[in-house]
């Protein structure tokens, strides 16, 4: 089975219908009993699969598409008439163009939500993002004829919504950004009309260096092979590896600094967590001797007129979030190639806004050098790299130089 959230047999009600003139997509609403996986969904006129599902091994459109570099996924769709209807290379609606190759977020709520504040939190807005959108990317835009658009999309997860059994799940979560969603190879052909806006979603390449630490506000790295987990829950492999980092070997989390060592033969790069905790055991060490002082005085601070090179997040909110909409449609559909013009105007009826939730944070261990001293890694402009060193106290601050983890020579 794929992940919940998205099982095919759950978006029976995304199907449209006609109600006086127009046509409503429903797409959050899930059944209660879900039908037999060897049962054929006849209310929708179209429906995806993995190419090797056994119920689309006959009568079926087959196609192999790339979705990010290194995962590639063959598709079918039945019944096979969809390869022969028409496609287009954009779907417009209103204002914006959505083509082959965007993501999009898909309304789940129907009355659609109202939107949020303006002044919402980045935390509780990532918050409204996760309860009232599903998020695609389209993969394939066909149409039988102006009032029946359809997009074949392959869905985003976020990190939460992977299944806690799939083999390196758990010890991924701590290495997701708040903004990360994962790739994944599960299909489903949706009403157009489903569409709520184009979504400000980037492909993060953590192995281009000149990108690492870097991504956009919302980004994915991971693939997730939602169909092999449906064959077999306990398959090695089903998330694509992360970048290993650091001394310690282990991936970045992209909210979290990453420090480059500048020295050629070494070029590697130092999680910040790593290099405070470097510094403060060893400070914490010799302040335990009574020689805190020679700590600082061994590695006092040499001042130079260097520029390091800090790569932190990005935090720049430029996407919005609109109403899900009714639909009019107007005109024909043109010919392949051509754009397919959708009307649309708002809902009336919106939703109340989303939960608000309040994001704990992680309570700091208070054993060891944690509990003695508060330690912060500055680069200031067109200065050397340096760690500031404070007894928790107040009585005391000490600025000393950062070794990096891998070659032990001052980054500066």
């Not at 996986?37 to 993995?50: C, L, V």
């Not at 281009?208 to 693939?223: E, H, I, N, T, V």
């Not at 090179?309 to 899900?324: D, K, M, T, W, Y």
């Amino acid at each position: 089975m794929a992940p919940h959230k998205r099982k095919a047999s759950e978006l029976d009600d995304a199907a449209s219908k006609q109600t006086g003139g127009k046509k409503r997509a429903k797409p959050g609403r899930a059944k209660k009993q879900q039908q037999p996986e060897d049962e054929e969904d006849k209310s929708e006129p179209f429906k995806a699969y993995s190419a090797s599902d056994p119920r689309a091994q006959e009568g079926a459109y087959r196609n192999t598409i790339r979705l990010m570099d290194g995962f590639d996924a063959s598709f079918a769709v039945k019944p096979e008439t969809w390869g022969a209807i028409k496609q287009y290379t954009n779907v417009k609606l209103q204002t914006e163009t959505f083509s082959k190759g965007n993501i999009i977020y898909v309304c789940n709520k129907d009355p659609p939500p109202a939107p949020p504040p303006a002044d919402l939190p980045d935390s509780e807005y990532l918050e409204y993002e996760r309860q009232n959108f599903w998020v695609g990317k389209i993969v394939e835009a066909r149409a039988t004829d102006d009032r029946n658009v359809y997009l074949l999309v392959a869905w985003l997860y976020w990190p939460q919504e992977i299944p806690q059994q799939v083999s390196g799940a758990q010890a991924a979560r701590q290495y997701y950004g708040q903004g990360e969603l994962v790739m994944s190879n599960y299909f489903d052909v949706i009403d157009a009309m489903t569409i709520s806006n184009k979504a400000d979603i980037q492909h993060y390449d953590e192995w281009d260096d000149a990108k690492l630490g870097s991504p956009a506000w919302r980004y994915w790295r991971q693939s997730f092979d939602a169909h092999g987990f449906s064959k077999n829950k306990k398959a090695k492999n089903l998330l694509s590896g992360l970048r290993s980092l650091c001394k310690c070997g282990k991936p970045h989390n992209p909210d979290k600094k990453l420090w480059h060592c500048p020295h050629a033969a070494c070029h590697k790069w130092n999680h910040n967590e790593c290099l405070i905790d470097d510094i403060g055991r060893r400070a914490y060490s010799d302040f335990k001797a009574g020689k805190m002082e020679d700590f600082a005085k061994e590695n006092k601070l040499e001042t130079k007129d260097l520029t390091n090179q800090l790569l932190s997040p990005v935090r720049a909110v430029g996407h919005r979030i609109v109403e899900a909409v009714e639909e009019v449609l107007e005109e024909g559909i043109e010919e392949v190639q051509h754009e397919t013009t959708i009307e649309l105007h708002s809902s009336a009826n919106g939703a109340t806004g989303p939960e608000k939730r309040k994001q704990g944070r992680p309570k700091k261990d208070e054993t060891g050098w944690q509990g003695k001293f508060d330690i912060s890694i500055v680069s200031e402009e067109n200065k050397q790299l340096f760690a500031r060193v404070e007894e928790r106290s107040g009585n005391k601050r000490w600025e000393v130089r950062v070794n990096c983890l891998c070659c032990r020579r001052v980054m500066d």
